[in-house]
């Protein structure tokens, strides 16, 4: 009987922690999902530009790419604090071919029209483990099309 207990609360724990991790992945895809696809000052630049020195003020989603949040932040971009000190959210973006969603290619420094799709894909870690990995595709619209 005790053996059934302790192999239910470890199932139990399991699942709050793929819980949690779910969460901390959905705070960066919102976080992502209010941002530009490239930067409005800067289009053919990939990653952070001048001044973008936090996270508060990445404003495409380029820049996020290969950064990591530990401790994690919530879909306002605020720090989730010493309580999930031992979690963290890593950010990749790759560059996809629009008319194969399973290949990369590189982005260089082209214009947005020329790699117009990206893959967005944010690993949640708890003490050193991967729990959880989400990806979704961003796609860059023409703001001058009808
Ligand atoms: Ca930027």
């Known amino acids: 009987m005790l053996r059934l ?3 239910g609360t470890l ?5 709050a922690e793929l819980t949690t991790a779910m969460n901390l992945a959905g705070n960066v895809r919102e ?3 209010g941002v530009a696809y490239t930067d409005p ?3 053919t630049h990939w990653g952070t530009e001048n001044g973008e ?3 508060a003020s990445y404003n495409d989603i380029d820049d996020f790419d290969g950064k990591t949040f530990s401790p994690p932040i919530d879909a306002r971009r605020q720090s989730l604090g010493a309580n999930y000190s031992t979690w963290s959210q ?4 790759d560059t996809m071919k629009p008319y194969n969603l399973q290949t990369a290619t590189s982005h260089l420094n082209l214009t947005p029209d020329l ?7 944010v690993t949640i870690t708890h003490n050193g483990h991967t729990i959880y990995t989400q990806s979704w595709i961003a796609a ?3 703001p001058s099309a009808p």
């Open 5 to 7: 207990l302790g192999a």
């Open 11 to 15: 199932a139990n724990n399991d699942g």
């Open 31 to 33: 976080c992502m999902t």
């Open 41 to 43: 000052a800067n289009p």
């Open 53 to 55: 020195t936090t996270y």
């Open 90 to 93: 890593k950010v990749k973006v």
């Open 115 to 121: 790699r117009p799709t990206c893959r967005c894909t």
């Open 140 to 142: 860059w619209c023409d």
